[in-house]
């Protein structure tokens, strides 16, 4: 597989808890559902070309004004349509599978950004690489997940800073995919920081579809200056927003109980997981900041344990479809209380017996 | 304006009738909204990203396998993604424009085919430019509404037939848009035929938007040989139809009663609006098979009576933006009846007191 929760695909007689998928275990927003329904009969007009409603609503919860938002049928048709522009694409690994998929379907030559040994950027190399691709008049982009699926990295503001600026000197245009930004409990904001550089060589990606509990509803949105707002809103298809989405996308921003209950509830169970996992002994855990964990097992391969876990109900994401990374990693998502007790309990089952 | 149902860009103090956008009068089937709510919590988890529950919904209403069937975001994405496929996309118009547009967004080269006075297909330029295409190596393909937008005029089966045969012996793919093929009340189905030819060279798209009243849901499929299939799987975005419009797509194909009596419902209404436009001998009528009306007003311009509409709360498609089409056309849709009535006696009103 080269996507998690693809549960269908592991159908057993039980059901699954899916660990392959980072989702909110907190669920959709209360009052969501509700207010989708009171809004139900919008489907049956076109939504507002312009989503003048629900780039206002985006507009208050990010701080930026609403002429630099642009929505889409999740955050994966924004950075589609994002590369689009451009001819060449700087991918640091591993990452989401999807950023070399869609470079490659929009037939952007790509350089890949081997990490340092723990997983994380390579400044080094990166800048050696902008500085090479500068000079033969492509135009260039670089793609980094803030944090970064699936190490859970995060990049400081300083480092943001750093690279940015060296995206500006050599014209090469910085591509955020902030998707999972909301859970890391970030002590800035790269909208702030984007919007006072007037988003210049700059784009931000979000997603609703994970933090706020939805994936099935499809609602990404870039964050970008004006000229790019006008390429994407021609490359777009029209209307990609559904009419639930862009309902529940003027409610669930709005919720702050729900953003911060959310925040501090992964935070806890991550550290929890972090701990209960530090103690097994069998596993490098890498220090994500994100509600998902990378894992790499310290003596064979994960495809035993595997098994093992969908045997007892559990999907656990394999990683060596990730560029860079083995048959010795594996990618968790941070759930609920219960979920993750569950999951302990049967990883010390499998090590134990080892 | 580009699209019709942009309402919003011509807010008054009034609800306006949106005489611009082809929507079924009826509405959504009833029981649609109790379906969509009973399966609310679908979008907690990712969509099944192969869609096979809908895609065997949609099997058993085409009577066509499902490995046939790709889902997407509307129409107009099906569409899209087709066309990355070609260098070179002939357009007879006039016709939808997004097909302009999605082509010179994948870089098609276009050619155009003028039509019949009466703006019907003219064949034979369509053999002569499709002849001339073949030998360059480029690959090309043919699109054609089906019913045409703006002109409501469907092709015979045999004209299908002979347009198709004349892709296949000059390699040219041919992709049939019946995004309103429903409201035909067609005494063929294209996908029957196009099986029987195992998909060579042919490819339908259809919408759920139209016909069942969902405009705002999303919710489109192509039709195609396993080739083409598998193209557009790597072209699409992942999880594009959300989880609503999955859900919408499990239960609107079954309701055979809501099918049959909107197609009785736009027919005896599409007459209505016919007979009574015609007494006005202010219009030449294009004879629409569709759920819209294009007409050409004999004398003046149009843009006096669209905005005296427009005062009166009713807006209609004004089609200079039609390729072909001046600012003597304009497009209706076939609404309720109380709607219609509405329409024809403020156009009596306008045209008397001429």
């Known amino acids: 597989?080269?996507?998690?929760?693809?549960?269908?695909?592991?159908?057993?007689?039980?059901?699954?808890?899916d660990f392959s998928s980072n989702i909110n275990p907190l669920g959709y927003p209360t009052g969501l559902m509700d207010f989708i329904i009171s809004e139900f009969d919008n489907v049956k007009?076109?939504?507002?070309?312009?989503?003048?409603?629900?780039?206002?609503?985006?507009?208050?919860?990010?701080k930026t004004e609403a002429k630099y938002i642009v929505p889409g049928n999740g955050a994966m048709e924004i950075i589609d349509g994002v590369l689009s522009k451009f001819n060449r694409c700087i991918i640091p690994y591993p990452s989401f599978i999807e950023y070399e998929l869609r470079a490659k379907e929009n037939?952007?030559?790509i350089e890949f950004i081997a990490p340092n040994?723990?997983?994380?950027?390579?400044?080094?190399?990166?800048?050696?690489?902008?500085e090479n691709c500068s000079d033969d008049g492509f135009k260039n982009c670089l793609i980094i997940g803030n944090p970064n699926n699936p190490t859970g990295y995060v990049l400081s503001l300083e480092e943001i800073k750093t690279i940015h600026?060296?995206?500006?000197?050599?014209?090469?245009?910085?591509?955020l995919d902030e998707a999972f930004f909301e859970f890391t409990d970030s002590n800035y904001d790269t909208v702030e920081y984007a919007n006072s550089m007037n988003y210049k060589n700059i784009i931000i990606v979000r997603a609703a579809t994970k933090f706020f509990g939805?994936?099935?509803?499809?609602?990404?949105?870039?964050?970008m200056n004006e000229d790019n707002v006008n390429f994407l809103k021609h490359s777009l298809n029209p209307w990609s927003v559904n009419s639930f989405a862009e309902s529940a996308g003027r409610y669930i921003f709005n919720d702050r109980v729900y953003i911060k209950e959310s925040v501090e509830y992964i935070k806890k169970e991550r550290e929890f997981l972090y701990d209960q996992i530090s103690n097994l002994n069998s596993f490098k855990i890498f220090k994500s900041?994100?509600?998902?964990?990378?894992?790499k097992a310290m003596k064979n391969d994960v495809?035993?344990?595997?098994?093992?876990?969908?045997?007892?109900?559990?999907?656990?994401?394999?990683?060596?479809?990730?560029?860079g990374l083995d048959n010795t990693y594996i990618r968790i998502a941070v759930k609920s209380h219960d979920d993750n007790s569950y999951l302990i309990k049967k990883l010390k089952e499998f090590y134990n017996a080892k």
Do not use: W
Request: proline share 3%.
């Open 107 to 109: 037939n952007c030559e």
């Open 303 to 323: 495809n035993e344990l595997f098994d093992f876990l969908l045997q007892n109900g559990i999907l656990i994401r394999l990683c060596s479809t990730f560029r």
């Open 289 to 295: 900041r994100s509600n998902y964990m990378l894992l």
């Open 1 to 17: 597989m080269i996507h998690g929760a693809d549960i269908l695909s592991y159908k057993t007689d039980k059901d699954l808890i």
């Open 117 to 130: 040994p723990d997983l994380s950027l390579n400044v080094d190399i990166l800048k050696s690489i902008i």
């Open 45 to 62: 007009s076109y939504p507002d070309i312009q989503y003048r409603e629900l780039r206002d609503s985006l507009s208050r919860y990010l």
């Open 165 to 175: 600026s060296l995206c500006i000197e050599n014209e090469v245009t910085l591509i």
């Open 214 to 223: 939805l994936p099935g509803i499809r609602l990404g949105y870039g964050i």
